[in-house]
Nanobody, 124 residues
Framework: QVQLVESGGGLVQAGGSLRLSCAAFGRTFSNYHMAWFRQAPGKERTFVAA????????YYADSVKGRFTISRDNAKDTVYLRMNSLKFEDTAVYCC?????????????????WGQGTQVTVSS
């Protein structure tokens, strides 16, 4: 099973930017479609963005379209989430996830591996 480690979270003012990274270990990274999910306190985990194995297809939740960009570097076994124009409601723990079968799925149960998450806090 691939192992995932996120980094790059932190505290940022509304309107600011952050870039999250998710490094993969233990398996061939390019075999996996990747995604970012987030979970705010007291709320369910929700889909943010996904990218297929090659990076040729990307998918976004409506709430982040135009502000967030998902990308990957298969040579570095890393997927990124660039977040611009951050809003207070973007505050959450952000987790990356991997699955070997379904490109672009927004369903958490279809992902095989998860990272521990990184906290993003946006101050208003």
């Amino acid at each position: 099973q691939v192992q995932l480690v996120e980094s790059g979270g932190g505290l940022v003012q509304a309107g600011g930017s952050l870039r999250l990274s998710c490094a993969a270990f233990g398996r061939t990274f390019s075999n996996y479609h990747m995604a970012w999910f987030r979970q705010a306190p007291g709320k369910e985990r929700t889909f943010v963005a996904a990218i297929n194995w090659s990076g040729g297809r990307t998918y976004y939740a409506d709430s982040v379209k135009g502000r967030f960009t998902i990308s990957r570097d298969n040579a570095k076994d890393t997927v990124y989430l660039r977040m611009n124009s951050l809003k207070f409601e973007d505050t959450a723990v952000y987790c990356c996830a991997a699955n070997s079968a379904y490109s672009g799925t927004y369903l958490p149960h279809e992902y095989d591996a998860w990272g521990q998450g990184t906290q993003v806090t946006v101050s208003s």
